[in-house]
């Protein structure tokens, strides 16, 4: 049964949205297009249009009615509304980082950064998001998928949970980031008609992100991410299942629940982190089930109740394989030796440390192996699998994991101890400077730990594998005594370790390729930030000063070729704005393109080397102080669709 009402058509604003440009009063545009929004069998929200003929007879059954009050009419009803035009069926951005590899580069020349063509809000509650974290966003969304002539992206709707005192969610209360579960998460299908981008239907999921319950996540929102592949629009739904989705109407086909007759607790079930497919149609995704909320704590009290590698062939076959099979030398669930960090000892000792050259900190609780929660998949040429996995209760012990295309173990490369850039290398060793670890300690630790330093993989991050040309892969992870800024690692198809770049908090990087060789290109920002202790009046733990902000790229065995300096100066940004993305783009001319904290985006060009502050071109899109870090995707007909501040920014010729 279709139920609907008449909206006005081409509106690049979503119902509820907090920010409209004001409708006109006759409700339609100046070609005479409207809407149909309506509701299918089930709850599932779609739109049509409603084109002129429609409108047209539209008012002649008015004026019929109005004419005929209190008698009969004999008039033939309106047909139906005309079908939205056909759905294109040739994926071009398709998924996370563009393609199964999440290299984050395509074959065709962006387009140049002259206009707006298109201004659409999918986030309508980011004001009252950056109250309760006072200021900044603290939220993960997806790149925008495209497609021929349509375009999918995320929106979200509902009523925001607001606090009472901004962030009481941070005191238990049930507000804020603590209910965000009172949000409903849809997919939006949109066409380009006559350049305007004209809303076809949304698709409203049953999705929820995990819980931030007791701040586990810190506030930050996990990434709902849907996929395009074998002619349908896969989005994630609950309890761990996904939902294949008719482009055409907007309706779903099939919920594939690769759970089903098995004995999970489906309420507190996942879908965890973007959807994947590579090239044979196959849907990769991570789950995982979490202890119930209301009755403890999920990411401090309680393990994690169950974790899964999800594949989905073309077919709709579903299968799973658990993290424990994926990472079986991993340390035992029930586990309490595994790493801790001197923070644990009480009273602390006083810094700097470690406190002695000799001294080892506690040890803690393991926890199962999980995926980290904005994790994606990505798939390799030959149909290896990339994920990365965590010790539930110890973010230290994390692992790069391969995985074969029939789901079991490839190799696992532990992150634990590879770093030696601590103290006396990255660290000044002598005691007293900003950063410094004691006099004596052993060059290379991490002063946290004494020991060699670890990548670690937290939650909040949305850094996903990256597979390169010559079948080696990298990952970003961060680590406990860098400025905040973690590191890149870079791991050969056998598992070795290959090297590490100091930078890979919240990073998807892009790769160009060009003649024989590529270039690895991911931002690289400088934070205002302490080494690994805070005190702003220790000369040791207080934050260093903030910049330089530069998009750096790296040749193939990680050294640095270029880096591109944001120069945008003003009274509270001394030394430039910080890079607001987390998975840059690249044409097929080797142009970057990337988004910055000041507003705007940046066309940045190939031929350089050292540092340079010149872009190809920028264009200002909207100011975004405390901004969430954002994708970008381009269109096969080199339109580029970007994010700021909860707003979807097309731009082109």
Known sequence: MFSGEVVRAGSSRQAGALRRRRKDRRGGKSDGTYEVRGWFEGGRAFHWRWNAVGRLLMVFVLVSRLSSCGGSSSMTPPPPPPPPPPASNSPFWGQWGAGAQHSGSVNVAAQ?????????????????EQRESFGDLLAHYQATLTDGNDFYMESKSGTYPACTNAGDWQNGMACGPNAWEQLTWNVTRYTWEGGTATLIWTFASDWKPEPNATNGLGGWEPVFHPVLANGSLYVPGAGGTIYKVDKNTGKSSKQIDPFSGQAIDKAHTYVSGPLTADASGNIYYNAMTLSDPGTTDPWHGHDVVGAWLVKVTSADAASSAAYASLVPNAPAAGGVDCPGMFFTIFPAPPFPWPPSPTAVPPTQACGSQRPGVNVAPAVAADG???????????????????????????????????????????????????????????????????????????????TTPTVLPDGGVLFGAVDHYNFARGHLFKVGASGNFLGSFTFGWDTTPAVYVHGTTYSIVLKDNHYDASAYCRNPASSICAARAPGPYYIT?????????????????????????????????????????????????????????????????????????????????????????????????????
């Open 384 to 462: 290896t699998i990339y994920t990365a996995s965590r010790a539930h209760f110890d973010e230290a012990v994390a692992y790069l994991v391969a995985v074969n295309p029939d789901l079991t173990p490839k190799w696992q490369l532990s992150l634990e101890n590879l770093l030696q850039d601590g103290c006396g290398v990255l660290l000044p060793a002598d005691g007293t400077s900003l950063g410094a670890c004691s006099v004596g300690t052993t060059v290379g630790v991490d002063p946290t730990t004494n020991g060699f330093g670890s990548g670690v993989l937290i939650d909040e991050a949305s």
């Open 112 to 128: 140049s950064l002259n206009n707006k063509l298109a201004d659409i809000v999918y986030d309508p509650f980011v004001a009252a």
């Open 553 to 653: 790229q790296l040749d193939a065995n990680l050294n640095v070729e270029w880096h591109f300096q944001s120069t945008t100066i003003d009274a509270t940004h001394p030394n430039g704005y910080e890079w607001c993305v987390n998975a840059p783009a690249i044409d097929s001319n080797g142009v970057v393109y990337a988004n910055s904290e000041d507003g705007n985006v940046y066309a940045i060009p190939q031929g350089h080397s050292g540092v340079f502050t010149t872009p190809l071109q920028n264009m200002f899109l909207k100011q975004a102080i405390g901004a969430a870090y954002t994708p970008l995707s381009i269109g096969a007909d080199g339109k580029l669709y970007l994010h700021n501040d909860g707003h979807l920014f097309v731009v082109g010729n």
